[in-house]
């Protein structure tokens, strides 16, 4: 595995998670690319949603990236927006050093970092700039959680439209931070809207789950979840039938 970090500005970077080029893995010389955006309120990113979730895509056999945005008190949404548009674009202008096939890059994010990425897929964007796919989980999507994150921020699912990337989108129905009616209104948008999407509500789960297993709960036993860790692999069976498998025809 190669990694390494590619800075944004003095406030934002991007880490790559790639991997090794071999001649016993011809049909995976150019890969899918997996971008994330964790969680953290817009006042910071999560570790717990950052580099756990890049190793789980990359055993997956994507080529995946971090994005850590502007964070903190005296920062705007609007800065991580045009932080999260550059992280894209640069993956998209190192496309064929880093190995990657640029209209097969695929933004996740959670909290909200989903927030931020459904904002990616929606807004101000031209069809050709956005993501091929999301994957969006437990998100801030309404601007009445605004107060709560100390900054103003648009409702993402007022801005979806046809040109919206297919969406995958789990959340837990008694999450009290970001209630399920977010997820439901990003959901409800979409299918106005014509767009694809798949949408899982698990039963029960605290808000910050990210792969709801032992290594990224911080040692809360609240945030580990065998059902809702299930949400990965179902991410990955979406993405292979959204934007295809690695060609296994000889």
Not at 54 to 70: K, P, S
Not at 81 to 90: G, P, S, V
Not at 203 to 231: F, I, Y
Request: glycine content about 8%; aromatic content about 10%; hydrophobic content about 40%.
């Amino acid at each position: 595995m190669k990694t390494f970090t590619k800075d944004i500005h003095d406030k934002a970077n991007i880490t790559a998670y790639l991997h090794e080029e071999s001649k016993d893995l011809g049909n995976a010389f150019v890969r899918p690319a997996v971008l994330i955006f964790p969680g953290g309120g817009y006042f910071m990113c999560s570790d717990r949603e950052a580099e756990p979730v890049a190793f789980a895509y990359l055993a997956e056999g994507y080529n995946v990236f971090v994005c850590r945005y502007t964070v903190g008190t005296d920062t705007s949404f609007e800065a991580a927006l045009t932080d999260a548009k550059a992280a894209l674009q640069i993956l998209r202008e190192n496309a064929k050093e880093w190995k990657i096939d640029k209209e097969k890059i695929v933004t996740v994010g959670f909290s909200a970092g989903g927030h931020l990425v459904s904002a990616l897929g929606t807004m101000g964007t031209t069809a050709e700039e956005k993501p091929a796919a999301m994957i969006i989980g437990y998100p801030v999507i309404l601007s009445s959680l605004g107060e709560l994150l100390q900054r103003e921020i648009p409702s993402t699912s007022d801005f979806v439209d046809e040109k919206t990337p297919p969406t995958f989108l789990f959340t837990t129905r008694d999450d009290v931070i970001t209630p399920v009616e977010h997820t439901l209104a990003l959901a409800g948008a979409l299918d106005k809207a014509g767009v694809p999407f798949e949408l899982h509500v698990f039963r029960k789960g605290d808000h910050g789950l990210s792969l709801a297993k032992p290594h990224t709960s911080n040692g809360n036993r609240n945030l580990v979840n065998p059902e809702v860790s299930q949400w990965f692999d179902m991410s990955v069976v979406w993405l292979k039938e959204t934007i295809g498998d690695f060609s296994f025809d000889g």
